[in-house]
């Protein structure tokens, strides 16, 4: 990275200047910023003109690249027939119709609504904000707190901070907020006791959900959120059995189903999207990312009929629904939305994501096999993940003094692979148009820089 950055460069001006998310302030100071000049399909460069392929589709969303001319035009097309216009007080626009219709078909969500905002942050708010709506007007206001899991990510804004399962996202800001609790994660390779088949392990996770909502009283509880496939966690599947079994104790509590899809929705999972994968039947869905590949930020609820019939019934005197963003369901994302899902159709994504998923999937077991210090290969579709142990039998991670998982990234990076680590999982979720030739390349980098890495830990 920048080690010499020049005070008046891009680099030396934006680090005077510049705050930036999840970073490390002090290391940001001395080290300067990857400047991204320009992508060409997975590919982004840097103000060196180095190339990398961005396995990550920059933060698990640029599905279609960095430089998809379809979605520009798309874009630029909109921008010149109507630029900007809302959707409060019954104003709406054809594009933000034709893309709440297309979204309640592909999700199969009869008779439910879309609702539109612009961020993931803001869907998983707005879901929490509709449970309490649907529970108030079935006489149960009590039914207030939300249940989410270990090692969640859901966003950045209070409430969806405070439904994070990760310390990073509430230590500096005293989170999380009452009424937001905790249950286990699902994860399979660390969370498993000896001997304990995927089976038995959900039913145990259903029985410890199921002690949670008695020790808060059910009738304090509104609603459970979760991943299908927990991504920022560390890329944890959950056993088959699981979302039937969870589901099941939900239900018996009457407690609402909330299903973040932002980085599993629009084929990231092999599916359209990730409830098809695990089994999951939310009441409520939030989708980001992918809806747009992230050209433009725009996100959406996608609702069961009672959830809107709730906040019908509740304004029936003649209220409004108090909530809404001044850029939900903007012209311009919305129309990059509705070209983003038409390319997806056309490229047939599900059965593309499969066999490029497969085929990366064939690599990394092939890697397992080299490399002693993979602990798990683990995902679905094209979300995989490599978790790096010190001893594969006994599974004792490295030292986190080490910081294993951050030394490969930083290896990656130098041989033009940028990946994520989650602590020591190495996380892979590239642009879903990926050809065969690309996964190969990814692998081969991934491989020459855990060659690097083995070499590293070897010595340390
Ligand atoms: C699963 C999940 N939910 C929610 C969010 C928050 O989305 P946003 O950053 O658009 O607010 C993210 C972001 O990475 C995410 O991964």
Same mark, same amino acid.
């Given at each position: 990275?920048?080690?010499?950055?020049?005070?008046?460069?891009?680099?030396?001006?934006?680090?005077?200047?510049?705050?930036?998310?999840?970073?490390?302030?002090?290391?940001?100071?001395?080290?300067?910023?990857?400047?991204?000049?320009?992508?060409?399909?997975?590919?982004?460069?840097?103000?060196?003109?180095?190339?990398?392929?961005?396995?990550?589709?920059?933060?698990?969303?640029?599905?279609?690249?960095?430089?998809?001319?379809?979605?520009?035009?798309?874009?630029?097309?909109?921008?010149?027939?109507?630029?900007?216009?809302?959707?409060?007080?019954?104003?709406?626009?054809?594009? /933000?119709?034709? !893309? @709440?219709?297309? &979204?309640?078909? #592909?999700?199969?969500?009869? $008779?439910?609504?879309?609702?539109? *905002?612009?961020?993931?942050?803001?869907?998983?708010?707005?879901?929490?904000?509709?449970?309490?709506?649907?529970?108030?007007?079935?006489?149960?206001?009590?039914?207030?707190?939300?249940?989410?899991?270990?090692?969640?990510?859901?966003?950045?804004?209070?409430?969806?901070?405070?439904?994070?399962?990760?310390?990073?996202?509430?230590?500096?800001?005293?989170?999380?907020?009452?009424?937001?609790?905790?249950?286990?994660?699902?994860?399979?390779?660390?969370?498993?006791?000896?001997?304990?088949?995927?089976?038995?392990? /959900?039913?145990? !996770? @259903?029985?410890? &959900?199921?002690? #949670?909502?008695?020790?808060? $009283?059910?009738?304090?509880?509104? *609603?459970?959120?979760?991943?299908?496939?927990?991504?920022?966690?560390?890329?944890?599947?959950?056993?088959?059995?699981?979302?039937?079994?969870?589901?099941?104790?939900?239900?018996?509590?009457?407690?609402?189903?909330?299903?973040?899809?932002?980085?599993?929705?629009?084929?990231?999972?092999?599916?359209?999207?990730?409830?098809?994968?695990?089994?999951?039947?939310?009441?409520?869905?939030?989708?980001?990312?992918?809806?747009?590949?992230?050209?433009?930020?725009?996100?959406?609820?996608?609702?069961?009929?009672?959830?809107?019939?709730?906040?019908?019934?509740?304004?029936?005197?003649?209220?409004?629904?108090?909530?809404?963003?001044?850029?939900?369901?903007?012209?311009?994302?919305?129309?990059?939305?509705?070209?983003?899902?038409?390319?997806?159709?056309?490229?047939?994504?599900?059965?593309?994501?499969?066999?490029?998923?497969?085929?990366?999937?064939?690599?990394?077991?092939?890697?397992?096999?080299?490399?002693?210090?993979?602990?798990?290969?683990?995902?679905?579709?094209?979300?995989?993940?490599?978790?790096?142990?010190?001893?594969?039998?006994?599974?004792?991670?490295?030292?986190?003094?080490?910081?294993?998982?951050?030394?490969?990234?930083?290896?990656?990076?130098?041989?033009?692979?940028?990946?994520?680590?989650?602590?020591?999982?190495?996380?892979?979720?590239?642009?879903?148009?990926?050809?065969?030739?690309?996964?190969?390349?990814?692998?081969?980098?991934?491989?020459?820089?855990?060659?690097?890495?083995?070499?590293?830990?070897?010595?340390?």
């Amino acid at each position: 990275m920048n080690q010499h950055f020049k005070p008046n460069s891009v680099a030396g001006r934006d680090v005077a200047s510049h705050l930036h998310s999840q970073t490390n302030p002090k290391r940001f100071e001395e080290k300067g910023p990857l400047v991204v000049t320009r992508g060409e399909g997975i590919r982004v460069f840097d103000d060196a003109g180095k190339s990398y392929i961005d396995a990550m589709a920059g933060l698990w969303c640029a599905s279609l690249g960095f430089n998809n001319a379809r979605l520009a035009a798309a874009a630029n097309r909109q921008y010149n027939e109507l630029g900007f216009y809302h959707t409060f007080f019954n104003r709406t626009h054809g594009p /933000a119709t034709d !893309l @709440a219709e297309k &979204l309640l078909a #592909l999700t199969g969500m009869k $008779g439910g609504k879309a609702y539109f *905002a612009t961020s993931g942050s803001e869907a998983n708010e707005t879901m929490v904000k509709l449970a309490w709506v649907y529970h108030t007007v079935r006489g149960k206001p009590t039914k207030r707190k939300v249940i989410a899991r270990d090692r969640a990510f859901h966003g950045s804004t209070i409430a969806a901070a405070s439904m994070c399962g990760l310390t990073f996202m509430h230590r500096e800001f005293g989170l999380p907020l009452p009424g937001f609790i905790h249950t286990l994660c699902p994860d399979t390779y660390r969370g498993k006791l000896d001997g304990e088949s995927d089976d038995a392990f /959900a039913d145990r !996770l @259903a029985a410890e &959900l199921e002690k #949670l909502i008695l020790r808060e $009283g059910p009738d304090s509880i509104a *609603a459970f959120i979760a991943e299908p496939i927990n991504a920022g966690g560390g890329i944890i599947v959950p056993p088959k059995s699981y979302f039937a079994k969870i589901q099941r104790v939900l239900k018996k509590y009457d407690i609402l189903c909330l299903d973040d899809e932002i980085v599993c929705g629009f084929g990231r999972t092999g599916n359209w999207f990730g409830k098809e994968t695990v089994g999951f039947t939310p009441d409520m869905m939030a989708l980001a990312k992918g809806l747009s590949s992230s050209y433009f930020p725009i996100s959406a609820v996608v609702l069961a009929p009672e959830i809107y019939d709730a906040v019908n019934e509740f304004n029936k005197q003649g209220g409004s629904f108090g909530h809404g963003f001044t850029n939900s369901g903007h012209p311009v994302g919305v129309a990059v939305a509705l070209e983003a899902i038409k390319i997806y159709e056309e490229m047939d994504v599900v059965a593309h994501v499969r066999k490029m998923g497969a085929r990366l999937r064939e690599h990394f077991d092939a890697l397992a096999k080299k490399f002693p210090i993979i602990g798990d290969v683990r995902g679905a579709g094209l979300m995989l993940g490599i978790e790096i142990v010190a001893d594969r039998e006994s599974r004792t991670p490295f030292d986190p003094a080490l910081q294993a998982g951050l030394t490969f990234d930083q290896i990656a990076y130098e041989n033009g692979l940028i990946g994520r680590c989650m602590g020591d999982t190495l996380g892979f979720s590239p642009p879903l148009i990926v050809t065969e030739k690309d996964v190969d390349e990814i692998a081969e980098r991934c491989e020459k820089s855990l060659k690097q890495l083995a070499t590293y830990l070897a010595k340390s």
